[in-house]
């Protein structure tokens, strides 16, 4: 079965950081593309990230970059998503997806929940 | 960044009517090189994750029930559940993936009347 299963979230005070994993099974992953998704508390998508398949080229959202990192070990089939310097507004539900090669994302894990606060 | 707009921002329809969702990109989402439409559409049901339904604006995931079609190029973009069944009932997001930032519509809500 294909399976994305996020990991990591929790509750982090202002200016804290945090690391996302999101482990994969059930396919390749060192063939794909892989994002994070970001879903604040009753409001839409916004994605937060994507990382091509060897690692070698990333790309952000203006509102997290310079502070969020995404990276992958193939070898170990896992996606990481590296959040310092945290705002309130960073609380969501943070989903990894993967990416079939162009930006349309076909599987989705369950999420975590991050929350930033005091 | 490539603004996405849906309308309505929710919709009640009648068991085994007709649904129509809409969305609108600020800027052209068709690539002319290849004559596809970088438009995707997701369902999202309460307390789980996305789930795609079709992409190229129009070619149905596998799996989707065929009652869902999409359509529409450029700009305008239209999801429609043709019949409408209980388990339809969820948020559905249109998303650009012309290029990045890949961006979503803000989601309509779709309910039963």
């Known amino acids: 079965e294909v399976q994305l299963v996020e990991s990591g979230g929790g509750l982090v005070q202002p200016g804290g950081s945090l690391r996302l994993s999101c482990a994969a099974s059930?396919?390749?992953?060192?063939?794909?593309?892989m994002h994070w998704v970001r879903q604040a508390p009753g409001k839409g998508l916004v994605w937060v990230s994507r990382i091509n398949s060897d690692g070698s080229s990333t790309r952000y959202a203006d509102s997290v970059k310079g502070r969020f990192t995404i990276s992958r070990d193939n070898p170990k089939n896992t996606l990481y998503l590296q959040m310092n310097s945290l705002r309130a507004e960073d609380t969501a539900v943070y989903y990894c997806?993967?990416?079939?090669?162009?930006?349309?994302?076909?599987?989705w894990g369950q999420g975590t929940m991050v929350t930033v606060s005091s | 960044d490539i603004v996405m707009t849906q309308s309505p921002d929710s919709l009640a329809v009648s068991l085994g009517e007709r649904a129509t969702i809409n969305c609108k990109s600020s800027?052209?989402?068709?690539?002319?090189?290849?004559?596809?439409?970088?438009l995707a559409w997701y369902q999202q049901k309460p307390g789980q994750p996305p789930k795609l339904l079709i992409y190229?604006?129009?070619t149905r995931e596998s799996g989707v029930p065929d009652r869902f079609s999409g359509s529409g190029s450029g700009t305008d973009f239209t999801l429609t559940i043709s019949s409408l069944q209980a388990e339809d009932v969820a948020v559905y997001s249109c998303?650009?993936?012309?290029?990045?930032?890949?961006?979503f519509g803000q989601g309509t809500k779709l309910e039963i009347k």
């Open positions: 997806a993967r990416g079939t090669g162009f930006g349309v994302l076909d599987i």
């Open positions: 059930g396919f390749t992953f060192s063939n794909y593309w």
């Open positions: 998303q650009q993936y012309y290029g990045t930032p890949y961006t």
């Open positions: 190229w604006a129009s």
């Open positions: 800027q052209s989402v068709l690539y002319s090189s290849n004559n596809k439409n970088y």
